[in-house]
């Protein structure tokens, strides 16, 4: 093998990036970095027995687009690989969206690459990001206002994407093109200066080099440091997270705000920042700015909320910390009797059948299974609390309204948001977890029972 490839397959070992097996969706422009990285795998996929498959987005921006499209198709039928092509139109879409055009194109592709690793089954995504766009991304962060994170670059791994040329130099990329005779399509747009990141390669960073040659591996040494300082921070707020957990779900993610209340206001920050990456899947993460608003909710009152973006919220109630997407609409739904009945935005479920009444022999059972008298129960159906909703509590003779058992029970407001209610005839007969109606108790006369049962999906 010759140097570029074996140093690629250095990059691989060293960081863990592929494992023998792995399908691979190579992210393909026709441009230079991206027909260097799929030719140096197709040199690989024997060494590490993977799959390769190829993903084209044409951004409907250029005219020469189409001929780029071709060329991908050419170069993958050449190479024998699997071709997936498609076109949008991203000036529309970051118009839409009131992102840059360099924005929205980012968040298309990536949106398209992991559609199509959850349709055919790809494991990893493979970019051909080298070390100068690590550079690049470095000097534009700190033009931002960029934290430490920042700092770091490009990582040569995050979630599923993977960059196995990140420590190649992209004069390095175009001299091993160029010695084995690979031909790729130039970019007109890459001369632009309309675009932030040309603007930064063109000018500012031989600016940076006349005052030290050697600024570019400077800034990636910097960019080393502080990827393991955040790689210790990481560390410590997950495993803080993870003790201040009480609940983790689709929709929202619960936080003991006894287990965080001696750690630093900018940890319980960072430890909120965990939650949000984890409900919103990392692809955007709340600005600093945003993300203080967790520190005036932690100092605030009981029920003080406030947005962290992409309607996620951050709220305090009962001694608790919620984080959750607000955009959830919880509509009623049928109860299967007998059967199983999946609960929306949830990871639990019901789990109903009839039995005659002799053979209940225990009618106190836990707070998680109902025991109710069948025949009065009618038209059963599942909705979410309303103010002013009331039930008649087991064993009482007068109603009672849920917000006041709420608060005697101690139920957080957003958990009270997303207990089901189970209903016959439009009247409570349970509040799932918590008590049944002495109107639907079974009786004496009772011949039929019943049972609902508040299972959590394994």
């Known amino acids: 093998m010759d140097n570029v490839v074996d140093r690629i397959a250095k990059t691989i070992d060293e960081n863990r990036l592929l494992k023998r097996g792995d399908s691979v969706l190579v992210a393909l422009s026709g441009g230079p970095d991206s027909v260097a990285l799929l030719h140096l795998l197709d040199r690989l996929k024997g060494k590490y027995r993977m799959k390769l498959a190829v993903a084209h987005l044409d951004h409907g921006i250029r005219p020469e687009s189409a001929k780029e499209r071709a060329f991908c198709r050419n170069l993958c039928r050449k190479l024998k690989i699997k071709l997936h092509s498609k076109k949008m139109n991203i000036p529309k879409l970051a118009e839409k969206e009131r992102l840059t055009v360099e924005e929205a194109g980012r968040k298309a592709r990536y949106e398209y690459f992991q559609y199509l690793c959850e349709r055919f089954g790809y494991t990893k995504i493979a970019t051909g990001h080298h070390s100068d766009d690590s550079v690049e991304t470095i000097l534009f962060n700190i033009a931002r206002g960029s934290g430490l994170r920042g700092l770091s670059g490009i990582a040569p791994r995050r979630g599923n994407i993977i960059r196995p040329m990140i420590e190649i130099e992209k004069n390095e990329i175009l001299k091993w093109l ?14 632009s200066m309309e675009y932030a990141r040309n603007r930064i390669r063109r000018k500012i960073l031989p600016e940076l080099e006349k005052l030290n040659p050697s600024a ?35 929709s929202k ?6 287990v965080l209340r001696d750690y630093d206001l900018n940890v319980k920050k960072k430890v909120v920042s965990e939650a949000y990456g984890r409900l919103s899947g990392r692809f955007y993460k709340p600005p600093s700015k945003t993300i203080s608003r967790a520190g005036e909710v932690f100092g605030g009152r009981n029920g003080a909320k406030a947005p962290l973006g992409r309607d996620i919220w951050i709220e305090k109630s009962q001694n608790r910390i919620c984080v959750f997407k607000k955009d959830i609409r919880r509509k009623k739904f049928k109860l299967a009797i007998a059967g ?17 009444r ?55 407001s957003f958990e009270r948001e997303e207990i089901p209610l189970v209903t016959s005839g439009g009247k ?24 609902i049962g508040l299972c959590g999906l394994s």
């Open 216 to 250: 570019r591996q400077n800034i990636l040494r910097l960019a080393e440091n502080a990827a393991e300082e955040i790689e210790f921070i990481d560390s410590t707020v997950v495993s803080i997270y993870e003790k201040a957990l009480v609940k983790a779900g689709k």
């Open 358 to 412: 002799s053979q209940v022999k225990k009618l106190k059972t836990d707070p998680d299974v109902a025991l109710l008298d069948n025949t009065m129960m009618k038209n059963v159906s599942v909705r979410y609390w309303e103010n002013g909703d009331r039930i008649r509590p087991f064993g009482m003779s007068g109603k009672k309204l849920l917000s006041d058992i709420f608060t005697d029970r101690k139920i957080s």
């Open 428 to 451: 409570i007969a349970w509040i799932a977890g918590v008590m049944i109606s002495d109107d639907f108790k079974v009786g004496k006369e009772t011949k039929e029972v019943l049972r």
């Open 253 to 258: 993610i619960v936080l003991d705000l006894g």
């Open 340 to 356: 199983i009945t999946k609960i929306p935005y949830s990871d639990w479920y019901f789990e109903s059948k009839i039995l005659k």
């Open 178 to 191: 160029d010695d084995q005779g690979i031909t790729y399509v130039l970019d007109v747009s890459n001369l």
